[in-house]
Structure formats: structure tokens, C-alpha cells
């Protein structure tokens, strides 16, 4: 069981670069979360899904898009990248929302310049 | 709108002493409230969690937390700190319509022998 992955695990872009981060999970979940981490600000729901081809938006969505077209994947896209999207960018899961778990990814750090 | 306050962004202890960390919420209704761990350069993982069975939770490495409605409090103690407890601790609430966690700011334990 690899639990919760992320890919890349660092990234550095130039201003108005596009990518995209990418999390798998392999426990059959059916929500996922990414959540940007900034110091001081402890963690942000940025998007989030309930379940295969559904997503929602969370606390910070402007300037991401995300996509769920597989259970076990959920896509972050930058479409524009700007300096104040510099963060580390963590991925979770969980069986259901509420009292479940959710289980963390490592982590992307993504510097913008 | 539910929130998470911690008190305190940075904590030092001695090793071997007392391990207080607090988190304060705020909920119009009976929380699901949790704690979280995050070692240098990881992602975050579970401590432990109250969903309104017993008020004092006991979690992984010697942690628990007990849940007081009248303070709306939801404290980690540890009795006795040890040197591989350094690290950045979270606080969060789980929305109850979205099942969403909620962060509080985090809280960075030193150790120090």
C-alpha cells in the first residue's frame, strides 16, 4: 500500500508558466482534498471531490482548476502561475467526509520566481 | 462558520517535561476535532480524534487530548516529552455539512535536552 502519492515533489516555474500536480491514492477513497500549506497560515482547502467526476470548490480556489476523471486521481492545475501561488501543496484522502481520516500525501514545494 | 484557534505558534519544552498544546474551536454544533502531526519535510498524520464517544482521547505516541464543550477547548498533553516529538502540530475541526477539515494555524514543538 503506498497510501496517498505526489508528483513532482518540487517544482520551480517562471511567472505565467502552466502545470499540472497530480496525487493518487490506492485506498478507495472516495474524497480528496489539496490543501496549500503556508507558514503561519497553517493549511487551505483549495479544491476538494466527493467522488469520481465531481469537485467543489474550498477556501482558496482562484488560480487552480483540478479534475477527477479517475477515482484514484486527483489533478491540480496552475493555469497562470504567479509568485503568491509559491507553497507547499498537500494531497489527502479520505473513506468520507465528517469524523473519517483523512491521510496525507507528502507534499509538493512549488517556488514561482 | 466553524474555526480553530491554537495558542501558541511556537512551544519548548525540556525533555522529559509536561507537553501542553492548545487549540480552542469554535462550532455551533458537537465538533468532530482532531490533531495532527507534521515531521520536517512529511506530510501531515493522524494523532487522534474525538467524535463525541469519550471525552478523553488517547492517540499514537503517548498523545491524548481532552475534549471540554464548556471551555470549547480540545487540549494535546503528552506527560512526558521526548526528543522525536519536535515537530509542527495542527488542530482541526470537521465541518459537519461538508465533512471539510478546518486548520488551525499550527503549533511548532521544540525539545530540548
Known amino acids: 500500500n503506498a497510501g496517498v502519492t505526489q508528483t513532482p515533489k518540487f517544482r520551480v516555474l517562471k511567472t505565467g508558466q502552466s502545470m499540472t500536480l497530480l496525487c493518487a491514492q490506492d485506498m478507495n477513497h472516495e474524497y480528496m482534498y489539496w490543501y496549500r500549506q503556508d507558514p503561519g497560515m497553517g493549511l487551505r482547502l483549495i479544491h476538494y471531490s466527493v467522488g469520481e467526476g465531481t469537485t467543489a470548490k474550498g477556501e482558496v480556489p482562484d488560480g487552480y482548476n483540478v479534475s477527477r476523471l479517475k477515482k484514484q486521481n486527483f489533478l491540480l492545475g496552475l493555469e497562470s502561475a504567479a509568485p503568491s501561488q509559491t507553497s507547499v501543496y498537500f494531497c489527502?484522502?479520505?473513506?468520507?467526509?465528517?469524523?473519517?481520516?483523512?491521510?496525507f500525501g507528502p507534499g509538493t514545494r512549488l517556488t514561482v520566481t | 462558520a466553524q474555526s480553530v484557534t491554537q495558542l501558541g505558534s511556537h512551544v519548548s519544552v525540556s525533555e522529559g517535561a509536561l507537553v501542553l498544546l492548545r487549540c480552542n474551536y469554535s462550532s455551533s454544533v458537537p465538533p468532530y476535532l482532531f490533531w495532527y502531526v507534521q515531521y520536517p519535510n512529511q506530510g501531515l498524520q493522524l494523532l487522534l480524534k474525538y467524535t463525541s464517544a469519550a471525552t478523553l482521547v488517547k492517540g499514537i505516541n503517548g498523545f491524548e487530548a481532552e475534549f471540554k464543550k464548556s471551555e470549547t477547548s480540545f487540549h494535546l498533553t503528552k506527560p512526558s516529552a521526548h526528543m522525536s516529538d519536535a515537530a509542527e502540530y495542527f488542530c482541526?475541526?470537521?465541518?459537519?455539512?461538508?465533512?471539510?477539515?478546518?486548520f488551525g494555524q499550527g503549533t511548532t514543538l521544540q525539545v530540548k535536552p
Open positions: 482541526a475541526v470537521s465541518d459537519r455539512s461538508t465533512g471539510k477539515l478546518i
Open positions: 489527502a484522502s479520505s473513506y468520507s467526509g465528517l469524523s473519517y481520516e483523512q491521510y
